[in-house]
């Protein structure tokens, strides 16, 4: 069992001083957090951590519960404020030198017990770090992965262009998951408002792959199960040269160019027209301007 | 022994489906339905599947089955009223019944038979030779 923790108490105040010192040299970050609450967070931590070492030298103990508790609370408020993950790591990193300092002056005469001790301390603060840089991580792999239902659910609405037609336009890349939600999303409206013809509108998908063609015509089959037509819009010259190039079948599906064509064919269909009431200032030949 | 009733309206025979459709209750199906079909020479048949939330390999192949069953007896078969998670199950199990009419209700489906059976003549190439 070391004893470094004795000297750390022993001189918890002088390694108190040197540790903030050292922080404000290595991190230089006096924007983010002021010299009061920092202080205040590293006597904390250097109480926790004393208090720790005397019962055990596991990081991974009850032991040291409380201390993984108050990093991990430091990790969460370091990156709302706006710190780096090194920086944030740096935190329990740069308390090494005022400790090591402080076990040399003690150990002076027993150069075999300096190392021992300087050792087992060294590893202790570096496990430390790594936890604090670990539930950075989580934290921010939390953040990540709720943006991204966010986005799920931000990005396919369904809209009903006409009695009877819906639209599905589509924005980002296409995956797995995200086609399960349009599939869905797409199926029940077509449901509650009773649609016989759903468009759905690629525009906005940067790239088709044989795996996206594969969820787009899935959904397309699901929709004519239920007895809606679907129409694929919004395709542009280079995807339909990629489709071609892959060797995708699109046969059974009713393509076209843009969205208003679809939306044109749809109306027609259903034996629907658009017709201009009064005649354009532009061009006033076209008194009767038929669009579907 | 519990069937499933299959209603004659007019040139067409109608049947909903539900129940949990278990194996033997579908092969009693298959057979009453093509007995009927061949008594009333019907040209179209109906199923209406709205109230089915359940679906398996099997029934979606006995729908394909009935459905190439009546064609040979010269009727088409349209599909109505399939729930998005049926749609979905059907489509993830590779059955896109590719034979098959579908409406979403049945009043479209019943226009649907109306028009195949009363307009096959001038529009064929409409259904094409499938249909």
Request: aromatic share 4%; proline share 3%.
């Amino acid at each position: 069992m070391s004893v470094f923790h004795q000297v750390v108490k022993a001189n918890e105040s002088a390694i108190l001083v040197g540790w903030l010192k050292q922080m404000s040299a290595s991190t230089r970050r006096g924007d983010l957090i002021n010299d009061v609450d920092l202080k205040e967070q590293a006597s904390e931590f250097l109480k926790l951590f004393t208090e720790a070492c005397q019962k055990s030298s596991d990081v991974q103990s009850e032991a040291f519960a409380s201390t993984q508790e108050f990093l991990a609370e430091i990790a969460k408020s370091r990156l709302e404020q706006g710190f780096s993950t090194s920086e944030t790591a740096m935190f329990v990193l740069s308390l090494k030198q005022p400790i090591f300092s402080a076990i040399r002056d003690a150990f002076k005469a027993n150069p075999s017990e300096l190392v021992s001790e300087i050792w087992a301390s060294g590893d202790l603060l570096d496990q430390l770090a790594m936890l604090t840089i670990d539930s950075a991580i989580t934290i921010r792999e939390l953040t990540i992965s709720r943006q991204q239902e966010e986005m799920l659910e931000l990005s396919t609405p369904v809209v009903k262009l006409w009695d009877g037609i819906l639209a599905l336009p589509l924005i980002g890349t296409l995956d797995s998951a995200r086609t399960q939600v349009v599939m869905e999303s797409l199926l029940s409206a077509i449901v509650e408002t009773n649609s016989q013809i759903a468009i759905i509108d690629i525009t906005g998908v940067p790239t088709v792959d044989t795996l996206v063609a594969q969820h787009l015509i899935k959904t397309i089959t699901a929709a004519r199960l239920m007895g809606a037509d679907c129409y694929l819009s919004g395709i542009r010259p280079a995807i339909a040269q990629t489709i071609v190039h892959l060797g995708i079948e699109l046969i059974d599906v009713q393509t076209k160019a843009k969205l208003s064509d679809a939306f044109a064919l749809a109306l027609q269909r259903l034996g629907k027209a658009v017709v201009t009431t009064k005649p354009s200032a532009t061009s006033p030949a076209q008194g009767r301007n038929r669009v579907a | 022994m519990d069937r499933i009733p299959i209603l004659k309206f007019g040139d067409c025979l109608l049947i909903t489906i539900q129940v949990d459709m278990h194996d033997q209750l579908a092969l009693t199906l298959q057979e009453d339905l093509t007995a009927q079909i061949a008594k009333h020479a019907s040209r179209g048949v109906l199923i209406d599947i709205s109230s089915l939330e359940i679906v398996d390999s099997f029934i979606g192949r006995m729908l394909a089955n009935i459905a190439a069953m009546s064609r040979i007896l010269d009727a088409q078969t349209v599909l109505t009223g399939m729930q998005p998670a049926v749609a979905i199950t059907l489509v993830e199990l590779g059955m896109s019944l590719p034979g098959i009419k579908t409406a979403l209700n049945v009043e479209r489906g019943m226009d649907l038979l109306q028009e195949f059976i009363y307009r096959e003549p001038e529009s064929e190439d409409l259904h094409g030779s499938e249909g």
